[in-house]
C-alpha cells in the first residue's frame, strides 16, 4: 500500500509539472479550461430542437443558466445560440417562448455588438411583418433588448428607431401600438444617442394623437419621453403645437391634449416652468366652462384631466405656479363640493320626492355622524 501511494503521489507530481510547463508556454496564462464548453454548448443547442417542448424548454434554461457562467464562447457560437434563441421565440409553446425571452436578456450581455445589431433587427422585423398572435411575444423581446443591452452597444438603437419610426406608420394597429411602445422605451434609455432623429420622431407621433383611444394614450407617452432628452426649441415647438389643439377641436380631441401635457409635466419637471403662463390659464379655463350648463360625462372626464395636469404643475414647479394659486385655489373650491354624480337641475317632485329620499337615507343612518363624514372623506 505504501509503494502504491508512493506511485499516486509520482504522477500526480508529473501532472502538476506537465501543467506549470503547459501554462509556461502559453506565456504564463492559466490553463483556459473554459474551452471545454463548446461541447456542452452543441448539446444544448440539439436538445433545444427537440420536437418535445419539454425537452425544449429545459434545453434553453440550462442554456440560460450556463450564459450566466465565466464561459468563453467564440463568434460561430455566438450566432448559433443568437439563432437558436430567436426560433424559439416562434415555438408553439407558451412556456419556450418565455424562457426564450429570458434567454434573451442574458445572451445581450455576453455577445459581440454585431450579434447585438442583428437581433435588434431580427426583432424588429418580426415585429413589423411578423405573425399577429405572436407580435406581443415579439416585443418583449425587443424591450428585453433595449432594457438589458450594454451601453457601449447604444449604436444599435440608431437603426432600430428609424425601423419603429416606420412601424408607428403604418395603417395596421397593432403593428403601431408596438412601435410607440418600443419607441418609448428606447427614448428613455438612449433618448440622446438618437437625438439625430429627434424631430422625425415628433412630427410622427404627434400625428397619432389623432388615432383611437389607446394609440393616443401610447403617443402621449412617447411624446413625454422624447419632452425629457429633447432640445429646448424641440420642446417648445412640441407645447406649441399642444396648446394649438385645445379649443380648436372636439371635446375628445381637447382632453387628448390636456392629457398629453399633464403626461409631459410629469415627466420634464422644472423644464415646463417658464411655459406655465400660456398654459394654465387654459386649463383653469377648460375646467370652469360649462360650469352652469347641462353636464356631460364627456365634460366631467375633461375636468377631470384638467385638475390631473394642474396637479402636476403645482408638484413639478412650485416656484413658477405660484402666481397661479389664488386661480388654482378658487376653481379647485367650486368644485370640492360638486358630485357629476348627482343631477343638480331637477328640482322636487310634487310630493315631496327629495324628502322621500331624505327619509330613506335617515332609515340607514345609525346616529354615528362623525363616523359617517370620515367613511365619506375616506371613500
Known sequence: RGAGELSRLARRKEGSGRFRRRRKEDGGHRFDLREMSTPRFNALLDRSSSHDKDERYMATSDLCAELQKDIKIDATMERRICSAVLKQLDDQSNDVQSIAVKCLGVLLKRVHKAQVGEIADKLCSLILDGKDELRDIY?????????????????????????????????????KLEALDNLTDVLKRFGSTVSEDHEAILEVVLDQLAEKAVARKRAAFCLAALAACCSEQLLEELFGHLLKRLGKGS??????????????????????????????????????????????DEMNELRDNCFQGLESFVLRCPAEITPHLRSLVDVALQFSTYDPNYSYDDDDDAGGGGGAGENDDDDLDDGDDENDEDQYFED
Request: hydrophobic residues 40%; proline residues 2%; charged residues 30%.
Open 139 to 175: 416585443s418583449i423581446g425587443l424591450k428585453t433588448l433595449v432594457k438589458d443591452m450594454p451601453e457601449e452597444n447604444a449604436s444599435v438603437c440608431e437603426k432600430l428607431t428609424k425601423r419603429l419610426l416606420a412601424g408607428a406608420k403604418q395603417a395596421k394597429f397593432d403593428v
Open 251 to 296: 371635446v375628445e380631441e381637447t382632453r387628448t391634449s390636456i392629457q398629453t401635457i399633464g403626461t409631459i409635466a410629469r415627466a420634464v419637471g422644472g423644464k415646463l416652468g417658464r411655459r406655465l403662463d400660456a398654459i394654465v390659464p387654459v386649463f383653469v379655463k377648460h375646467v370652469s366652462s360649462g360650469a352652469n350648463s347641462e353636464e356631460t
